[in-house]
């Protein structure tokens, strides 16, 4: 069976520094995996580097049995399937309602349907009722979960998440448990870096170990 996802030799260098270096590495759909290792392990570039932001120095990458192209018009296209939650989201300082329903505005989405989508991607969150607010002034937490929202209305077929519940209290950490499970019952696959000790087995998720750029 193609694997929804895979990379070959994929390696980074930043200058001459080696970020990553990664014999093969495979994804299967509708799975959760997470990504854990030390400050610097090479995590968020793996990440950056799957989300289509960040070309690698060299390797292949295969996605949907597509080989990606890193050619503007063919990233638009795949991007439009991958969406990645960064670890320091940026909001604009609008209201949580504009932050979320920017990326549908992007996609033509009709005012109405953005409206509903939005309304739903709050409740998904826990943020109902915070749809006015200026997302700027939300705590870390709450940004967080705006960001999330603002993934999620996109309905991605891979989600990305970097460090997701770094700033969250418990119930959050809670919410959020029960919330990937379902989001991978929906027919998405969830590639999350982390640091927390026990959530990866929480989620019953696949881990990969990294360390030094490379998988251990
Ligand atoms: N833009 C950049 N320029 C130069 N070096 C970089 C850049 N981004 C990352 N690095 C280096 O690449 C290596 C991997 O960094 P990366 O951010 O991927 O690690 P990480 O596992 O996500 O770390 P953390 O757990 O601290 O978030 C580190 O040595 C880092 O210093």
Redo the contacts with the bound molecule.
């Keep these: 069976m193609t694997p929804f996802l895979s990379l070959n030799s994929i390696e980074?260098r930043?200058?001459n520094?080696v970020?990553?270096q990664l014999e093969e590495l495979e994804f299967e759909p509708q799975k959760i995996y997470s990504?854990v290792?030390?400050?610097?392990?090479?995590?968020?570039?793996?990440?950056?580097i799957i989300a289509l932001l960040l070309k690698p120095t060299c390797g292949q990458m295969i996605f949907e049995g597509q080989k990606v192209v890193w050619k503007k018009h063919d990233l638009q296209q795949m991007r439009l399937n991958i969406t990645l939650v960064h670890?320091s989201p940026y909001l604009f300082s609008r209201s949580v309602r504009h932050n979320i329903a920017y990326g549908l505005k992007l996609r033509g989405i009709h005012a109405k349907e953005q409206h509903q989508l939005v309304h739903e991607a709050l409740e998904i969150v826990g943020l109902d009722g915070f749809g006015r607010r200026n997302a700027r002034e939300l705590s870390g937490g709450e940004q967080q979960r705006v960001a999330i929202a603002r993934a999620l209305v996109l309905r991605p077929r891979l989600l990305l998440l970097?460090?997701p519940t770094s700033n969250m209290d418990r119930a959050s950490i809670d919410a959020f448990d029960q919330l990937l499970p379902t989001l991978v019952d929906q027919g998405m696959t969830i590639i999350q870096?982390t640091?927390s000790p026990d959530q990866p087995e929480r989620l019953r998720s696949t881990i990969i170990r990294?360390e030094d750029?490379r998988l251990l």
């Design positions: 980074m930043y200058n520094h970020a990553l990504l290792g030390s400050n610097g392990c090479g995590k968020s570039t793996l990440l950056q670890q970097d460090e870096a640091h990294m750029g």
